[in-house]
Every structure is written in structure tokens, then in C-alpha cells.
């Protein structure tokens, strides 16, 4: 019987509709059915032509905050079984494995240490919970929308992240013989580079997100307009969406703290084709909205795309 890793199919069938819809909206979007239009584009590039009669179900693009409310309690929640299992001799319930088991196939394998799967599982929880404060203290969303489907994308992107990592960790694999003991010599190069990176891309992430607040605040935090403008300072200087550049690096620093894992590469590129061609469709109607946006300004990546 073929064993089937569903966390890696689901990521590279995202992948792939992402590379492949991303390639025509960005060299044939006027010749494609109005429809597939609205449904790829949401938020400020959003399709503002005639609509298609084909209704497109959307919801408020404020509910990104939906998707860090669900990541910071599962990701906390697996950080502390992990913990637990590492450190306080827990056992895994049997439906876990079965679960994990299903999801990532029965012939999975503790491919990373424990030390690096609680240092991603704990840089995952702090991300999570940094943007749960964005989202719902922070940042002012305006009144755009975005289709239904990429509002559950969000909720299946990190259930699907915050288990990868865990089903390929020592511990959560029906094998009595794996260790799950927490050895500092093991850790790597990788891993230290890997956190430096993280936290890094993290702080500049957070920057990015008050910068944009701050377009719509006044000097004494309140909100003032919902309009977009033109920012200004840190990382906005380089790139249209620090943000995005920031999401790849971050994903970026997993991998090389996850250095073996089998599904978490899949992962990552999803991640990167997503934030590219966000970046991209965002670059584009800045450049076509504001007639003095920088021209040395690039879309995500500094001096180069």
C-alpha cells in the first residue's frame, strides 16, 4: 500500500496554484474569465471591473487576525506537549500518532533533533503570538475584502506548518527507540544562524506593521483615514513589502534550523511563491496609484526583483 504524506501534497498542490495563477494574472490576467479575476485578487489590488455574474463569496480582510488566534493556541499547545515530552517524561496519546500518522504516512521518521524542533516550534508560538498582537492592537485594516478561499488557505497553512514540524520529531513517532532526550551538543550552527535570522526578520516584520499603522493614526494613535498611502522608513526604503521579504526569511531561518526534515522544504516554498507574488501584485498597483512612488523602490527583494 503506497503510503501518502498529505501535508506535503497539500503544500505543493498550493504551491504549484499559486506559481500557476501568479503566472497568468501577472501576463494574461485581461483575457482570463472575470470570475478566476475576482477570485485571485483581494485586499488593495483587488478586481475592480465589472463583476462577473458568478457570485465570489468574500469576507472582510480584517479576519487575517482569525488565522493568529487559531496559530497561537495550537502552536502553544505544541510547544507544551513537546516540552512536556523533552523534558517531563510525558507519553503522546495513541490517537496523535494515528493522526500524525495519517497526515505525514505511517513511515515517517524523526528526522530532526529535539533541541531543533523545540527551538522552531517555540519561534513559530512567538511569531504567532507577535502577530496575533498585531493584528488585533496594532495594525488598521481597511474596509477590502478577500475571497473565501484565502481565508481558509490561512487557518491550513498553519495547521499544516505548526505539524510538520512535529510529525518528524523525536517523540511523536510510534518507534520506543527514538530519543527524545534534550542535548544541548546537539546543537548546530544551523540552528544558532537559524534563530539570529528568525528573530532578526521578526523585528523588522513588526516595524513594518506600525509603519503602516502609523499612515492612518494620527500623532495621538488615532485612526484618522482608511486610505493607503505611500510608506516611508526602515525596510520600506528597499522594497514595497518588507513584510512579505521578512515572511520568506523567517521561513527561511526554519529550514536551516530544520536542516533534514522532509516536509518542511515543501513548506517553505509554498511560503515563497505565495509572498513573492503578493509582493509583486503589490509593487505593481502602488506603482500605478501614486505617480511619484520611488523608482529605485523594488518589489521584495533589495536592489534586485
Not at 60 to 87: D, E, I, N, Q
Request: hydrophobic content about 50%.
Amino acid at each position: 500500500m503506497m503510503e501518502l504524506n498529505l501535508l506535503k501534497i497539500g503544500f505543493s498542490f498550493m504551491t504549484i496554484f499559486v506559481v500557476v495563477t501568479g503566472c497568468l494574472i501577472n501576463n494574461i490576467e485581461k483575457r482570463l474569465p472575470v470570475f478566476i479575476r475576482q477570485t485571485l485578487r483581494h485586499g488593495k489590488y483587488a478586481y475592480r471591473g465589472r463583476p462577473s455574474r458568478i457570485k465570489v463569496i468574500e469576507v472582510p480582510k480584517s479576519w487575517f487576525r482569525h488565522f493568529y488566534v487559531f496559530a497561537s493556541v495550537y502552536s502553544t499547545l505544541c510547544l507544551v506537549l513537546t516540552f512536556g515530552m523533552y523534558f517531563l517524561s510525558w507519553e503522546l496519546p495513541s490517537w496523535m500518532i494515528s493522526l500524525l500518522d495519517f497526515l505525514a504516512s505511517s513511515n515517517r521518521k524523526a528526522r530532526v533533533s529535539a533541541i531543533s524542533s523545540l527551538l522552531a516550534l517555540s519561534l513559530l508560538t512567538l511569531q504567532s503570538w507577535r502577530r496575533f498582537y498585531e493584528t488585533w492592537f496594532v495594525s488598521v485594516f481597511s474596509n477590502g475584502q478577500m475571497n473565501w478561499s484565502h481565508y481558509v488557505v490561512g487557518f491550513v497553512h498553519y495547521f499544516g506548518a505548526i505539524t510538520a514540524i512535529i510529525a518528524e520529531s523525536p517523540g511523536f513517532i510510534d518507534d520506543k527507540g527514538l530519543s527524545t532526550m534534550f542535548q544541548l551538543k546537539e546543537l548546530t550552527l544551523g540552528n544558532i544562524y537559524g534563530c539570529v535570522l528568525f528573530l532578526w526578520a521578526s523585528y523588522h516584520q513588526y516595524k513594518a506593521a506600525v509603519l503602516l499603522a502609523d499612515l492612518r493614526k494620527n500623532k495621538n494613535g488615532s485612526v484618522v483615514t482608511l486610505e493607503h498611502r505611500v510608506p516611508h522608513g526602515d525596510w520600506f526604503e528597499l522594497v514595497s513589502s518588507p513584510h512579505n521579504l521578512t515572511e520568506i526569511m523567517m521561513y527561511l531561518a526554519m529550514t536551516f534550523i530544520l536542516w533534514g526534515s522532509d516536509t518542511w522544504p515543501v513548506v517553505f516554498l509554498w511560503v515563497l511563491s505565495n509572498q513573492v507574488e503578493t509582493a509583486m501584485l503589490t509593487h505593481w498597483w502602488y506603482k500605478s496609484k501614486f505617480e511619484d512612488y520611488p523608482a529605485k523602490r523594488k518589489a521584495i527583494i533589495p536592489y534586485v526583483l
